[in-house]
């Protein structure tokens, strides 16, 4: 039996190197970047006007104003449900959950850490905002299509392997075993 130690001599030279990041590419990845920024600091932008503790709700107005949109104004039937029967109701813990995760969206984002998964969360809060608010009168619909579309952009170029920290810390992980470097392989 022989081991094979690889491609060496005549074989090892005949493999082409790889080459070089082009202008486009290297281009490509800046934008896949600002994308990423962008988006980070879009969410913490929009986190500072979400105010603690009752988010609005005592004067009607605030996210408070906004979540109520979804009954008001309704998009989806079985989410109008939810926020009334639900999300009114226990509304200062809803307010909390999205101030929180609003912000990590933001720091997470410009950080470059866990991209992927923190794109899906943006996609998933875009989702429920535009659910909330598509048809509430003056709400250009686009801006909801175009937050939707640029988590699924984030996603698809793993925009924190430029620039952030999902790029820095990759090969640790690829040499890593345990699965918290398996997970933040697959979520970065």
């Known amino acids: ?41 879009l969410w913490l932008v929009n986190s500072g006007w979400k105010r603690p503790p009752d988010f609005g709700q005592n004067q009607g107005r605030g996210l408070y104003a906004f979540t109520r949109d979804a009954v008001e104004h309704e998009v989806f039937a079985p989410f109008a449900f939810l926020v009334r029967e639900v999300v009114l109701p226990n509304f200062r813990f809803f307010g909390w959950a999205v101030l929180i995760t609003e912000a990590a969206l933001g720091a997470f984002l410009l950080l470059g850490l866990a991209t992927r998964f923190w794109a899906i969360v943006g996609l998933v809060q875009s989702v429920s905002i535009t659910l909330s608010v598509l048809n509430t009168p003056g709400e250009w619909e686009w801006s909801y299509y175009l937050m939707m579309a640029s988590h699924l952009g984030v996603f698809a170029l793993a925009a924190g392997r430029v620039g952030g ?15 918290l470097a398996r997970l933040l392989l697959r979520v970065s």
């Open 1 to 41: 039996m022989s081991v094979n130690p690889g491609p060496v001599g005549p074989v090892a030279a005949s493999r082409p190197c790889p080459a070089a990041p082009t202008l486009e590419d290297r281009a490509a990845a800046w934008m896949a970047f600002g994308l990423r920024v962008t988006l980070g600091l």
């Open 165 to 179: 920290l999902d790029g820095l810390l990759r090969p640790a992980w690829e040499r890593s075993s345990s699965r």
